[in-house]
């Protein structure tokens, strides 16, 4: 059975901390992403990734940093996270390729910033 | 401004009966995709429909295609309480690695 694991399903973090989210995928897919979901906004992409050590923006990066070192393993960092960073972080996998293939998600993550 | 947009926001219907969302979006597609997403979990792929073709069928599922309306219908039949969650259409920004999602259907079926 596929999988995407991601490393904590509830998380809370102090204003100012460095905040680590972690997804792992089984499948030996390619491509990864991370994406915030925010009530009435949809999912808003914020980096993928293509291939190990690469990285791309999305549409709303400012305030993340991504790390892909290994090809199952895609990390979102939040540098000094912030209240309004408080939300749903799901994570995702496809195949390579343009986007054309179906993603795989994640449980997501619930992030609450104090 | 989003690619999809899902119409309507909220939906509710009684079981056994049709449920109908419908997808628009703004610029040309290779493909365009239906996920579901139970309360407070991850996505789930539903069906993909290619831009060249105008219907797709999987089970209790039936998605349309118009690409000169750009717009996109996810029906539905004979739903049931499990139904209950918000259902997504996703878009592909051509020549690009990215999806893009609309901000969803919130279906409520009741028994």
Redesign the interface.
């Known amino acids: 059975d596929v999988k995407v694991t991601q490393s904590s399903r509830y998380l809370v973090k102090r204003t100012g901390e460095k905040v680590f989210l972690e997804c792992v995928q089984d499948m030996d897919h390619e491509n990864m992403f991370w994406y915030r979901q925010d009530p009435g906004l949809g999912l808003r992409l914020i980096y993928f990734s293509y291939d190990v050590k690469m990285k791309e923006k999305g549409d709303i990066p400012e305030g993340y940093s991504v790390s892909r070192e290994k090809k199952e393993r895609f990390s979102l960092i939040l540098e000094s996270a912030s209240t309004n960073q408080t939300s749903m972080y799901l994570c995702a996998s496809s195949l390579l390729g343009l986007a054309v293939n179906e993603q795989f998600f994640g449980p997501g993550t619930r992030l609450t910033v104090l | 401004s ?1 690619q999809g947009e899902e119409d309507p926001q909220a939906l509710s219907i009684q079981e056994g009966e049709n449920a109908t969302m419908n997808c628009s979006y703004k610029t040309s597609i ?2 365009l ?1 239906w ?1 579901r997403q139970n309360s ?6 539903l069906i ?1 429909i290619r831009s060249n073709e105008r219907e797709k069928h999987s089970g209790r599922l039936r998605v349309t295609l118009d690409t000169s309306k750009k717009s996109s219908s996810l029906l539905i039949t004979a739903s049931r309480a499990a139904d209950t969650a918000s259902y ?1 259409c ?1 878009t ?2 051509s ?5 893009i ?4 259907t919130r279906l409520k079926v009741l028994a």
């Open positions: 989003q290779n493909n995709q996920y407070g979990r991850g996505l789930v792929h993909l997504f996703a592909d920004l020549g690009t690695y990215k999806y999602f609309g901000t969803g």
